[in-house]
C-alpha cells in the first residue's frame, strides 16, 4: 500500500492526449487531494472519460506529467497503476457470469494452495473484505444475473481487493435507478472517509453536487475550473461546461413551410421496448427524440426503419403504409437510417471506403446483377463530396479514416441511397468537435432540401439547436411534445425524468 | 501492407520454382495438366466454398455431398441416359444446399455444427444408394464422357473446373451478390440495415456451394467410372478448407477473393505432386500441410489484431 503521506494524492501538469490528430486533451493541470471524491464533468467528448484512463493507466499522455503521492509516474499499462493502487471501474462492468461474487472479486488474486483455489480462505476473505466495506452481497451468489447495483459492488470489491487508494468510476450511476444509486453514493461516501480517494467522472450534475468536494469542469478537452463543489450549483457548472451561445454552434435552421406534406407517420406503433408510440414528421422538418438511455428511443428508431419487429401499430411514408419485414422494405420506401453504433451496426470496417459508401445503392449502380464501377466511383466521390470528406483513396478501408469521418462516411452511404426520411440515432457520438458542427450543418441542409429527419440525441444542447419539434420518451412512451417556447433544457428533463418539476 | 495483399503468392511462385528445378518431370504440360484435372474438383469445390466463408459461413458437408452426388450419378448412369445421371447428381446437391442453407438462416443454427450434422445425415445417405459397395461404371463408357472428352486437348472436366471457378470468381467481385456477400460476412447487421437480405444471400451461398460439390462429385466419379459412398469425404471436406484458408480468405468473413482460393488449393497440390515427385515420404506430407495451415490461419489472426 503506498504510504499516507502528506500532501495532494495526484498531480497532474500540462497533461495533453491526441487521438488522430484530435485533440482530446490540452493543458490539463490539477490536483486531487486524499481521501477526497473529485468528481470531473463536461459534455460529452469533452475529454472527462480520457482524463479518467490516463490517471488509471489504461492510455499514455503525450504530454505532461503524473504526480503520484509527489512523485512523477508514467504507467504504461492498468497493472502499473493499480501497483501504485489506482483502479479504474468502467462503464461497461466486466462480470464473469459463470463465477460466484466472491470468486469475481478475486479474479486473478485467488488464495490458492498448490494451484488449487482455496475455497474456504476465498470465502473469509470475501466476507471480511465485504464487512470493512460495509456491504451486504452474498459471496457465493452466482454472477449471472446480478442487479448492476450489485455488479457496481463486485467492482468496487474487487478495487479494494487490489489495495486501491484511488478508485477512478467512470459513470457509476448511469445505468442504475434511483434508489440503487442513492445506495452507491452511500457507498462512495464511506469509502471517501475511509482514506479512499474517489475520482468521479458523472454527467449527472445534481449527483456531483451533492457528492463531489471538488469538482473539475471540463470543455473540449480543456479545463474551464477546479472549485469547491460547495461553491458550485447546477447551473454555474452547466453554464461553463457549455460556455458557448446556441447561436454560434448550431447553423441556422428555416422554417418548415406550412403545408408541408407528412413524410412519416406512425400509429400506435408498439414493438419491443416502444408501447403504443404515435408521430408524424413532415418534409423539410427535424423532430427531435430525446430521453433518457434506455427510454426505448433507439428501439423506436429500429421499429420505424423495419429493423425490429412491430408488434401492433402502423409506419407510412409517402408512399402509404409499410408492408413486410425487414430494413429493406423502409429502404425501399425512402426511409434510412444512421445506426447508434457506427462500428457495430455501421461501417464493414475492414473494406474499402468506396464499398461502404455504396453498399444502399448498388442496385442503381448496376445493370443485371454487375456492379457498373465506373458509376459508383463517381457516385461515391460525389457523395463522399456532398458530407465533406475527402479521402486519398477510396479503396483504402474505412477503419482508416477518422471517427468523424467514418461517421461522414455513414451519412454518404444515406445519402447516396436519397431518402426522403432519416432517421439519425446519435449521429454526432464519438466525433470531434468541427465533425460535429459539420453534421450539424448536413442535418439542417437536408432538412432545406425537404427531407423529414428524425434526431435522436442524448445532447439535449444539441437537440434544441437543431430540431422545429422535439418529442421526448420515457418508459418506451412519448411523454411530451415540445414546440417553440416551450423547448428548453428543463422541460426536456422534466418530461424524460417524469417529475413534474425538475430545475436545471 | 503489400505483402499481405500478395500473401500466399510468393510462397506458390517459390514452391514452383523450386519443384521446376529440383524435378524434371514437373515442369511438363502432362504433368501440369494432370494435376489440374485431379484438383478440378477440389476447386470447384473450393470457389464456392469461398463465397460461403465470405459470407459469413461454412459448409462442412461439401465432402459428403460429393460423395453421394458421386454415387447417384454412377448409379443412375448404370440404367439412364448419362445426362439424367448427371443433372440428378447435381439436383441432389442443390437439395443438400438448400437444405443447409434453410437449417442455418430460418433456423438460426450455428453453420459448423448444422453441416457436420448434415455431412453425417448425407454420408449416410449415400450409402444407402450403394447399399455399402463400390459403383463401378466400366460398362457404360457414356457417363465419362463428361469428364474426360478432349477439347483443344485438355480435359472436359478441366475445362469445366475454369468455367465454374471464373463464373464464380466474377459473382464474388463484380455483382451486386458478390458486395453482398462480403457485407454479409464483415457485418451482418451493418449489411441488413443497408437493405441487404442477409439471409437470403447466406441461404443462396450454401445452395451454391451443395450444387458444387456435387458437380465435383459428379466430375470425379466420371473421370474414374467409379465412386464410393465414403471416399474420404473428410479428407476432401478438409483439403476444401485448408485451400481456401491458406489461399487468405478469413475463416471469420468479409475478406477473401477467388484467385487466393485457386492459389491456396493448387500450392496444396503442389505439395503433394512434389512429395510423390522428390520421393519423399508421404508421411510428412500431411504434417507439412497442418503447419502450413497453422501458419495461415495464425497470420490471418495476427494480421486483424493489427487492423486500425
Redesign the interface.
Known amino acids: 500500500m503506498p504510504r499516507q503521506g502528506q500532501g495532494p494524492h495526484v498531480e497532474l501538469a500540462g497533461i495533453g492526449k491526441s487521438f488522430g490528430g484530435v485533440r482530446a486533451l490540452d493543458g490539463i493541470s490539477l490536483t486531487i487531494e486524499r481521501g477526497s471524491i473529485h468528481a470531473l464533468v463536461g459534455e460529452n467528448g469533452a475529454g472527462k472519460s480520457t482524463l479518467g484512463k490516463i490517471l488509471a493507466g489504461v492510455i499514455a499522455p503525450d504530454r505532461g506529467q503524473l504526480l503520484i503521492g509527489g512523485e512523477p509516474v508514467a504507467f504504461r499499462s492498468p497493472r502499473e497503476a493499480i501497483l501504485r493502487g489506482i483502479v479504474l471501474i468502467a462503464q461497461e462492468l466486466s462480470i464473469a457470469p459463470a463465477l460466484s461474487v466472491a470468486e469475481n472479486v478475486f479474479l486473478g488474486t485467488e488464495p490458492r494452495r498448490a494451484g488449487f483455489v482455496a475455497r474456504r480462505a476465498l470465502r473469509r476473505r470475501y466476507d471480511e473484505l465485504a464487512a470493512a466495506a460495509g456491504f451486504e452481497l452474498r459471496g457465493d451468489l452466482p454472477g449471472r444475473g446480478l442487479r448492476t447495483a450489485d455488479q457496481q459492488k463486485v467492482e468496487i470489491l474487487r478495487a479494494l481487493c487490489r489495495d486501491a487508494r484511488l478508485i477512478v468510476m467512470d459513470e457509476p450511476t448511469g445505468a442504475l435507478g434511483q434508489s440503487d444509486a442513492g445506495r452507491l453514493h452511500e457507498v462512495i461516501r464511506r469509502l471517501a472517509a475511509g482514506g479512499t480517494t474517489i475520482v468521479l467522472v458523472s454527467h449527472f450534475l445534481r449527483e456531483v453536487a451533492e457528492l463531489a468536494d471538488q469538482v473539475t469542469i471540463l470543455r473540449d478537452g480543456r479545463l474551464v475550473r477546479t472549485a469547491p463543489a460547495a461553491a458550485e450549483t447546477e447551473d454555474t457548472m452547466l453554464s461553463s461546461m457549455l460556455g458557448r451561445s446556441l447561436g454560434a454552434a448550431f447553423p441556422p435552421r428555416g422554417p418548415v413551410p406550412p403545408g408541408a406534406p407528412v413524410v412519416l407517420e406512425a400509429r400506435g406503433l408498439s414493438a419491443p421496448g416502444v408501447h403504443d408510440v404515435s408521430l408524424e414528421v413532415r418534409a423539410g422538418e427535424i423532430v427531435g427524440l430525446a430521453g433518457l438511455v434506455g427510454s426505448g428511443r433507439t428501439e423506436l428508431a429500429r421499429a420505424l ?1 423495419r ?1 425490429n419487429r412491430v408488434t401492433a401499430g402502423t409506419v407510412s411514408t409517402a408512399g402509404g403504409p409499410l408492408a413486410g419485414h ?3 422494405t423502409a ?2 420506401a425512402g426511409l434510412a ?1 444512421i ?1 447508434e453504433s457506427r462500428k ?8 474499402p471506403i468506396a ?1 461502404n459508401v ?3 445503392s ?2 442503381r449502380l ?1 445493370d443485371l ?3 457498373r464501377r465506373r458509376a459508383e466511383r463517381q457516385a461515391v466521390t460525389g457523395a463522399l463530396g456532398q458530407v465533406g470528406v475527402r479521402v486519398a483513396a477510396q479503396t483504402a ?1 474505412v ?2 479514416l477518422s471517427g468523424g469521418n467514418q461517421q461522414k462516411a455513414l451519412f454518404a ?1 444515406v445519402l447516396l ?1 436519397r431518402p426522403r426520411i432519416l432517421v439519425a440515432d446519435e449521429p454526432t457520438r464519438g466525433v470531434d468537435v468541427g465533425a460535429k458542427r459539420a453534421i450539424y450543418e448536413l442535418l439542417t441542409s437536408l432538412a432545406a432540401e425537404g427531407l423529414g429527419v428524425l434526431l435522436i440525441s442524448s445532447d439535449a444542447e444539441e437537440i434544441l439547436g437543431l430540431a422545429h419539434r422535439v418529442l421526448v420518451m420515457r418508459a418506451g412512451r412519448i411523454a411530451a411534445e415540445l414546440r417553440g417556447e416551450a423547448m428548453t433544457e428543463a422541460a426536456i428533463l422534466a418530461a424524460a425524468f417524469g417529475a413534474p418539476e425538475m430545475g436545471v | 501492407m503489400k505483402l499481405r495483399r500478395a500473401g500466399i503468392l510468393y510462397p506458390f511462385l517459390i514452391l514452383f520454382v523450386v519443384l521446376s528445378v529440383s524435378s524434371a518431370p514437373f515442369f511438363t504440360r502432362v504433368n501440369l495438366l494432370d494435376i489440374l484435372d485431379q484438383q478440378s474438383a477440389t476447386l470447384i469445390i473450393a470457389a464456392a466454398g469461398t463465397l460461403v466463408l465470405v459470407a459469413g459461413g461454412i459448409d462442412l458437408s461439401v465432402g459428403a455431398v460429393y460423395a453421394l452426388a458421386g454415387v447417384t450419378a454412377a448409379h443412375l448412369a448404370l440404367f439412364a441416359p448419362p445426362t439424367l445421371a448427371i443433372v440428378a447428381g447435381v439436383a441432389v446437391g442443390l437439395g443438400v444446399g438448400l437444405v443447409n442453407g434453410v437449417i442455418v438462416t430460418a433456423f438460426r443454427i450455428n453453420a459448423l455444427i448444422a453441416t457436420l450434422a448434415m455431412s453425417f445425415v448425407v454420408s449416410g445417405l449415400a450409402s444407402l444408394v450403394t447399399g455399402g459397395n463400390l459403383v463401378i461404371d466400366y460398362s457404360h463408357p457414356g457417363f465419362a464422357d463428361l469428364a474426360r472428352t478432349s477439347f483443344l486437348t485438355v480435359n472436359t472436366s478441366t475445362w469445366t473446373m475454369l468455367a465454374v471457378v471464373i463464373a464464380l470468381a466474377v459473382v464474388l467481385s463484380r455483382t451486386t451478390a458478390g458486395r453482398y456477400m462480403y457485407a454479409s460476412g464483415s457485418n451482418a447487421e451493418a449489411a441488413r440495415l443497408s437493405g441487404v437480405r442477409v439471409q437470403l444471400i447466406r441461404l443462396t451461398t450454401f445452395v451454391i456451394s451443395g450444387g458444387a460439390a456435387a458437380l465435383g462429385g459428379v466430375i470425379d466419379a466420371s473421370r474414374v467410372l467409379s465412386a464410393q459412398a465414403s471416399n474420404g469425404e473428410t479428407t476432401l471436406t478438409f483439403t476444401v478448407l485448408a485451400g481456401i484458408v491458406v489461399g487468405g480468405t478469413s475463416i471469420l468473413g468479409g475478406e477473401g477473393a477467388m484467385w487466393r482460393t485457386a492459389v491456396g488449393v493448387l500450392f496444396i497440390a503442389l505439395i503433394g505432386n512434389g512429395f510423390d515427385l522428390l520421393g519423399l515420404n508421404p508421411l510428412y506430407e500431411q504434417i507439412a500441410l497442418g503447419g502450413i495451415l497453422l501458419i495461415a490461419v495464425g497470420y490471418d489472426a495476427w494480421s486483424r489484431l493489427r487492423q486500425p
Open positions: 426503419c429493423a425487414g430494413p429493406w429502404l425501399r437510417m445506426p457495430e451496426q455501421g461501417l464493414m470496417l475492414g473494406r464499398e455504396s453498399l444502399a448498388l442496385a448496376s446483377g454487375l456492379v478501408p477503419s482508416t452511404r441511397r
